[in-house]
């Protein structure tokens, strides 16, 4: 079974430019859940999706958005771009409890 | 949320030397897994072991969910076993430790 994949791997945007990650699960898998990851506060989560529907959000703010497909791929979006969006961006799916990563967008904003 | 603390921070190993890591959590544990991040960020599965033993070659770990914390055992390390090691706990939505950056010297 092929695993998590993600697009693109890397990414350099401008302050207040926008973006979209794109996750696709592994197959099978309808839950979908987006992290950050950052030196400073190292893997936070950002939301699930389950369904095509949102199930779940973190303390991340309304300029982070995503939405899930009928196929269970996701897209993640981050409007208005600030230096502190730099990060590694990892998207997770899961078909029971176990959850299986992605390679990770990396995201670059100058 | 849970608080998931990893101990120690940074371990340099020979190669050739066992280790062991361990994570304590704050709340109840819930779909434990561990994870070891490679250097190019992803994040790989070792174990998903919401309670008791589990080994796989020469990693193994141990949950103990009565005392919230769970232990991860390198035996025979290679340098190929470099990097940050993760334990996380939750259901939706995973708490992760602030990892064990672990360094394996030939």
């Known amino acids: 079974k092929a695993g998590v994949t993600q697009t693109p791997r890397y990414l350099i945007k401008t302050r207040g430019q926008q973006v979209t990650l794109s996750c696709s699960p592994i197959?099978?898998?309808?839950?979908v859940s987006w992290y950050q990851q950052t030196p400073g506060q190292g893997l936070q989560f950002l939301f699930e999706y389950f369904s095509e529907t949102q199930r779940n959000k973190g303390n991340f703010p309304g300029r982070f958005s995503g939405r899930q497909f009928s196929n269970s791929r996701s897209e993640m979006n981050v409007s208005t771009l600030e230096l502190g969006d730099s990060a590694l961006y990892l998207c997770?799916?899961?078909?029971?409890?176990?959850?299986?990563f992605g390679p990770g967008t990396r995201l670059t904003v100058t | 949320g849970i608080q998931v603390e990893q101990s120690p921070p940074d371990l340099i190993l020979q190669e050739g030397a066992n280790s062991t890591l361990r994570c304590n959590f704050s709340?109840?544990?819930?779909?434990l897994q561990w994870f070891h991040q490679n250097p190019w960020g992803q994040l790989i599965n070792l174990f998903y072991?919401?309670?008791g033993t589990k080994q796989n070659g020469r990693l193994s770990a141990t949950t103990v969910a009565t005392e919230r914390y769970s232990l991860l055992y390198i035996s025979s390390s290679q340098t190929t076993d470099s990097g940050v090691y993760f334990c996380a706990s939750g259901d939706y939505k995973l708490s992760f430790g602030a990892g064990t950056t672990v360094t394996v010297r030939a």
């Open positions: 197959s099978g898998h309808r839950s």
């Open positions: 709340d109840s544990v819930n779909n």
């Open positions: 072991i919401p309670s």
């Open positions: 997770a799916s899961k078909q029971e409890y176990e959850q299986y």
